[in-house]
């Protein structure tokens, strides 16, 4: 229900759609629809006028409402399986750039924040702005023993902006679910929610310096991607303080090439930081775009603004590089198994209709050279398939796609030839090779096999309470559960009985082996 403070606001959002020609969303929308013949009464549409593409309309329409409608817009761009092409290429054209507040209260909020004066934290502050964004900007400083510092400082009264216009999200989504008929499936609820938890995530610094302390470590040996030092203890929820970088913005190709950078290895280095990200560290960089990535003169990857990060689970993990493999392959029916047995289709799909529907997506984009493919957008062309078949969203997937679009296009944008296969192909198998097969049950074995031992006493006692609630008539099954069992049944049908084989080997082997050890240590005793 809409409260009596979004009132106005949900007025001047209607005012904004119409000055822009967007008047027929207005008039569409459950509320006027009994009214839509007044449409034609508006004078402006008395006669033809011409009008900007629709998708320019609506991107105009974002950048008028403000910041979180940009954010919100930056968001959905990426979810090319809501959006037709043409309105999501013209979303991800929106700047986060915002008006600065002026820097006496960008002084005031960070005085409140350390409960002292500027001067007792910093050599100098430049009350000038370097950047500004939707939720906070940036102002340089020095720090008592001289090192250059950033410090990001959160918009006053944002808090505040944000709830108001989220709020008036959850209505057009609750509207969307009840009178869209993909509404319900494409779950626009949910997409708002996402969008604020993100929001929220970004207002607390705290957690974008732990980010950056994160990433920073995981790359600590490593050539590919710099990441700047943040300095804790003048950091706080509304304040962070980081390294100063130097670097050269890694859209500007000419002052690339001029600093003697090697483009198609810059180019190779973005993929493998992609993939070195998901699959070995399991903690992304989301916000990869090029306005957050610079080079060093050395030609390496600089980063900044760690507000949204993304985290995959193992078997999405999984299921990720076997697709990408499966794709590579050009094997459509283990591409679509994929989709089955994650759960990202229903269980109920059949395999044989959804791989027809691949291949026909599929095959005319790998007719050309593999160096014109853009993955990322077959990725798309798959998803906008999958629809038909009921695919549901992947909340978890839907960083990673975006991730990915933005590491691709920012790499032949470097360097037009670049081959993403070449360079992530050899990664993906050895990352296979590592992590599925008789090496991963092996590697889990010497994890786990400590825990499992110690839980080796309780088993009896667990068998006997299952088989008492069974003979009593109480034993209950969690659907879920149920659920997981059929995929897992799904699963071991379609190819996957090696795996349990092997645990059933390696469990001999090193049952064998503890029999051997148990006979010596006898041996020795008797002795």
Not at 45 to 69: C, H, M, T, Y
Not at 447 to 473: S, V
Request: proline letters at 5%.
């Amino acid at each position: 229900m809409i409260q009596p403070s979004q009132i106005m606001r949900l007025l001047r959002i209607n005012s904004v759609l119409v000055k822009n020609g967007l008047d027929e969303i207005v008039f569409a929308t459950h509320l006027f629809r009994p009214v839509r013949l007044f449409l034609y009464l508006l004078p402006w549409n008395w006669w033809r006028r011409k009008r900007l593409p629709r998708a320019v309309r609506i991107r105009q329409s974002l950048e008028d409402l403000g910041p979180i409608f940009i954010k919100f817009g930056q968001i959905l761009s990426t979810r090319r399986d809501l959006l037709p092409d043409d309105i999501a290429d013209e979303l991800s054209r929106l700047q986060d750039r915002v008006a600065p507040f002026p820097g006496a209260v960008a002084r005031n909020i960070a005085e409140r924040a350390y409960g002292e004066p500027l001067e007792k934290v910093f050599l100098s502050f430049n009350e000038t702005p370097l950047a500004s964004a939707s939720i906070a900007q940036v102002h340089t400083a020095t720090l008592h023993d001289g090192r250059e510092v950033v410090v990001k400082i959160v918009r006053p009264r944002i808090r505040k902006v944000i709830k108001r216009d989220v709020g008036l999200l959850y209505v057009i989504a609750d509207l969307a679910e009840r009178y869209w008929k993909e509404g319900k499936r494409l779950r626009p609820r949910e997409v708002v929610a996402e969008f604020e938890k993100t929001l929220f995530d970004e207002l607390d610094l705290m957690r974008e310096a732990a980010n950056a302390s994160q990433l920073r470590r995981n790359f600590a040996d490593s050539d590919l991607l710099y990441v700047p030092e943040i300095f804790w203890p003048q950091t706080r929820t509304q304040v962070m303080v980081m390294e100063r970088i130097t670097g050269i913005p890694i859209s500007d190709i000419e002052a690339l090439r001029a600093a003697g950078i090697d483009l198609k290895r810059l180019s190779e280095m973005g993929v493998e930081i992609f993939f070195t990200q998901v699959f070995s560290h399991n903690f992304f960089h989301a916000d990869m775009h090029p306005g957050n990535i610079f080079a060093s003169p050395e030609g390496r990857y600089i980063a900044v603004d760690f507000g949204i990060m993304g985290t995959l689970n193992p078997e999405d993990q999984r299921y990720l590089a076997e697709n990408f493999l499966a794709f590579f392959n050009r094997d459509y029916q283990r591409v679509a198994e994929l989709h089955v047995e994650s759960g990202w289709v229903p269980a109920t799909t059949r395999v044989d209709e959804f791989e027809s529907a691949i291949r026909s997506v599929c095959e005319p984009i790998f007719e050309r050279p593999l160096k014109d493919i853009s993955f990322g957008r077959l990725l798309l062309h798959l998803f906008q398939t999958a629809r038909r078949f009921n695919m549901e969203i992947q909340p978890q997937l839907v960083l990673l796609q975006k991730t990915l679009l933005n590491i691709e296009g920012l790499g032949r944008q470097l360097y037009p030839d670049l081959d993403l296969w070449q360079t992530a192909k050899p990664f993906l198998e050895r990352w296979m090779h590592e992590h599925v097969g008789y090496r991963a049950v092996w590697k889990t074995l010497v994890k786990t096999g400590p825990q499992t031992i110690n839980q080796l006493p309780l088993l009896p006692g667990m068998l006997y309470e299952t088989l008492r609630q069974a003979q009593n008539g109480e034993l209950t099954i969690d659907t879920g559960a149920a659920t997981e069992l059929s995929r897992l049944r799904l699963s071991i049908e379609r190819g996957q009985r090696r795996i349990f084989i092997s645990i059933i080997v390696i469990s001999l082997l090193f049952a064998a082996g503890l029999g051997y050890a148990w006979l010596t240590l006898l041996a020795l005793a008797t002795h």
